[in-house]
C-alpha cells in the first residue's frame, strides 16, 4: 500500500487531480497496485486566509509520504512571485527534488503544428539551482547603495557584500544565478542514466555558454567528464537556437538536458507543440527521496470551476508517479488511457472536443476498468 | 553623404553583406540616398591572426561613422564566448546601443508553422544590461572560496564581495544580472513611444517576475510608471507562457518589450515563425548615437563559400538601417524588393528556392534598378 500526499491547490487544480486519483482508484481494482491519498490544503486559498505557504508541520506531513500528487498554484489576488517562490519552488529545493523530467512527445494530430515525423523528447531540468535560488537585492540611496545577501544549502552556506557607487542618484537590482559542481555532476549523472536506460548514446545539453560564460563553461566541462566517463555522445546547443531546432526538426533529440530557466521555457515551447499544456506532465525527482508529480500547467483560474480543463496533463503525472514508484505497468495503463480518449476524440475543447473535464474522466475510467 | 563602417565578420558573413551593399549602391542610382561604405576587418579570422577582438581603435574608427553594416562574426575554432564578449557584445555595450529591435513578420506563405492570419510582432529587446554583463565568478578550494568582482558602467561602479563556507569540498559558479532604474526607464520610455508612432495603445512587456522577482519586479513597477505617463495599457507575459502564445496566437501581439537574455530567445524562436534565421533583421540602436544593423543569424561556418546563405535578413537589417538614417522610402524598396524575391521564389534552399546567394542579389538589384 502505497501513501500518496495530494495537493490539489488552486483554480483547476483540484479538477484535474480528482481525475488523476480517480484513475488510480480505478487501477487499485484490476492490479496489484494499492495507495491511500491524504488531501492536503495548501496553496492561495490558505495563504489567503492564514498567511500560511509551505509550512514546517506541511514539511514534515508530506516527508512520511511516498509521493506528492499535485495539482497547481496560483491566484489572481496574490503577487506574482509569493505562492511560486513559498509553495512550488520551496518544495522543490526542500525535498531536493533536483531533476524535473517533463516528456514532449508527438501525439499526432493533436498538435498545432502537424508533422509526419513523431518526436519523443525527454526534458530532463535541473530543478534546484542556477537562476531560480531567489538571491537577489536592490541598492538604492536608502540603503546607501549596499547590500548583503546570502543563500544557505546543506551543504554550503555563501555572502554577497555589493556595494554600488553611482555617479547619479538611481537604483540598481540585481539577481544571482548559481551552479555547484555537485549539483551539475549529480544532474549530469542521472542524465547519462537516464539516456543509457532509453537505449541513447547521447544526450543533448542546452545553455548559453557563449555569454553566460561562467556557469555554462563549468556545466559543460562537468558533462562532457559525464559523457567520458560514460562513453556516450554530448551534443552542445545553445537555449535560442534549440528553440528554433525544436520547431523544425523535434526528432532528432531524445534525451536534453536543460537548467533550470531555460528548461521552464523550452518546456513549455515543447507543450505547445504536442498540444499545449493542457499535455504536459512533470515529474520533480529526487532519485533518493520524495517525488512531486505534477501537470506543467498552472492554476488557469479564468476556466476553473467550468469543466473545461484538459485533465491529459495530470493523468500523464500520475502515469510518472506510478512509474517512479514502482508500478509501469499500471503506468502504462493511464497511457493508454490517454491514447484512447485521444484516437476516440473524447477530449476537451482546448484538442478540440466537447467533453467536460470529469467525463473526459470517467471515459479514462472505464477504459482501465475495461482493461 | 552617409558614412558607414561595413563589418563583414566570419564565415557568411561577408557573403551577405555584399547583397546588402550591392542593393544600398543601387538605391544610390535611382534616389537621393548617397553612402560609402568602408570596410572594418574584425572578427575571429584577425583575432586568430593578431589576438584582437575590438580595439580601441576600432571603437574611435567606427566613432566617425554614421551607422555600423554588420554580418556575423563566429568561428568554430575559438572557444565560446570570446569573440561574443569580445566583440558582439562589447560593441553592444561601448556604443550604448540599449534597444534591439528585431521584427517578426508573418511572409506567408514562407513559413513552417503555417497560418492564415498575417502576424507583425516587433520586438523591442534590451541590449546593455540583465545577464548579459558577463559578471560572474568561481568560488573554490584555492581561492579560498573567495571572489572579488566588479562590473564599471559610465554612471557607476558596483562590486561585489563574495564569500562561501561549504561543508565539503566543492566549487560554486555565479552570475549575475543587473537591471538599473535608469537603463529600464529610457527602455519602457523608448517602447512606449514605439508602439504610439505605430499606431498601437499597448505595449506587452515578458519577463519572468514570478521567480526572478527583483530584477523583474522594478522592470514592472518602471513600465507601469511609463504606461501611465503615456496613458497606454500594458499586458505581462511569463517568458514561458509567451513561447506558446507565439505559437498559437503571433497576431495578438504587437509591440513586445523584453529583457536581454529572454530577447535573445524569443527573436530566434520568432525568426523560426517566419522561415528562420535567414529571415530574420536586427538594429542593435543607440536612438542618440551611432546604431548598428546586422542579421539575427550567425556566421554559419558549416555551409559559408558556398552559396547557399540566404541574404533576405542581411537586406532587412539595411533596409532598417537606412530607415534609422532617415531613409524609410529607400528602406522601403529593399523590403518590396524582399517580398519580389519570395513572390517569384528567387530564393535560397532554406526557402525551398533554388538559387545561390549572390543570384538573389542579383535578382533584388534589378528589382531595384527597374523601380
Ligand atoms: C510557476 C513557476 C514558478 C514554475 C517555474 O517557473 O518553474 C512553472 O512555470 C513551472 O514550469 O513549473
Ligand atoms: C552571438 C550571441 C552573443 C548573440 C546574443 O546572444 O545576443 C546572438 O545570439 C544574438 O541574438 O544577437
Not at 502537424?114 to 537585492?137: C, Q, S, W
Request: proline letters at 5%.
Amino acid at each position: 500500500m502505497k501513501h500518496f500526499a495530494i495537493v490539489p491547490g488552486d483554480g483547476i487544480g483540484p479538477e484535474v487531480v480528482k481525475v488523476g486519483t480517480d484513475c488510480m482508484e480505478a487501477l487499485c481494482e484490476i492490479s496489484s497496485f494499492d495507495f491511500d491519498g491524504e488531501l492536503f490544503n495548501i496553496g492561495g486559498q490558505r495563504y489567503l486566509e492564514t498567511g500560511e505557504l509551505l509550512t514546517d508541520q506541511d514539511i514534515s506531513d508530506l516527508k512520511k509520504k511516498d509521493a506528492i500528487y499535485f495539482g497547481a498554484i496560483g491566484d489572481p489576488r496574490i503577487k506574482p512571485g509569493i505562492l511560486e517562490g513559498g509553495i512550488l519552488l520551496k518544495m522543490r529545493a526542500v525535498f531536493d527534488q533536483y531533476i524535473n523530467l517533463r516528456p514532449v512527445t508527438s501525439w499526432f494530430p493533436y498538435v498545432p503544428l502537424k508533422r509526419e515525423v513523431p518526436f519523443d523528447i525527454h526534458f530532463l531540468r535541473e530543478n534546484t539551482e542556477d537562476f531560480y535560488m531567489g538571491l537577489g537585492a536592490k541598492l538604492r540611496k536608502d540603503n546607501g547603495y549596499r547590500a548583503e545577501i546570502g543563500v544557505k544549502r546543506e551543504s554550503y552556506d555563501m555572502g554577497f557584500d555589493i556595494k554600488a557607487e553611482p555617479s547619479e542618484d538611481d537604483e540598481y537590482s540585481i539577481e544571482v544565478g548559481l551552479l555547484s559542481r555537485k549539483g551539475v555532476t549529480r544532474f549530469a549523472d542521472y542524465a547519462f542514466k537516464y539516456a543509457q536506460a532509453r537505449g541513447e548514446d547521447k544526450v543533448t545539453l542546452v545553455d548559453k555558454a557563449n555569454v553566460i560564460t561562467n556557469n555554462y563553461g563549468m556545466q559543460r566541462e562537468i558533462f562532457q567528464q559525464k559523457a567520458d566517463e560514460y562513453g556516450m555522445k554530448l551534443d552542445f546547443m545553445f537555449v535560442d537556437a534549440m528553440s528554433m531546432a525544436m520547431i523544425v526538426r523535434p526528432e532528432t533529440f531524445g534525451t536534453v538536458a536543460v537548467p533550470n530557466l531555460f528548461g521552464d521555457i523550452l518546456t513549455d515551447l515543447g507543450a505547445q507543440l504536442q498540444g499545449g499544456l493542457g499535455m504536459g506532465g512533470s515529474g520533480n525527482i529526487n532519485p533518493h527521496g520524495l517525488s512531486m508529480f505534477e501537470p506543467i500547467h498552472g492554476s488557469a483560474p479564468d476556466i476553473a470551476g467550468q469543466g473545461k480543463a484538459n485533465p491529459i496533463a495530470a493523468v500523464l503525472a500520475a502515469e510518472m508517479l506510478l512509474d517512479n514508484q514502482g508500478f509501469p505497468e499500471e503506468g502504462r495503463m493511464l497511457h493508454a488511457a490517454v491514447r484512447h480518449c485521444l484516437d476516440t476524440m473524447q477530449v476537451t475543447p482546448d484538442l478540440g472536443g466537447k467533453l467536460r473535464t470529469e467525463e473526459v474522466g470517467k471515459a479514462m475510467v472505464d477504459f482501465i476498468l475495461n482493461q
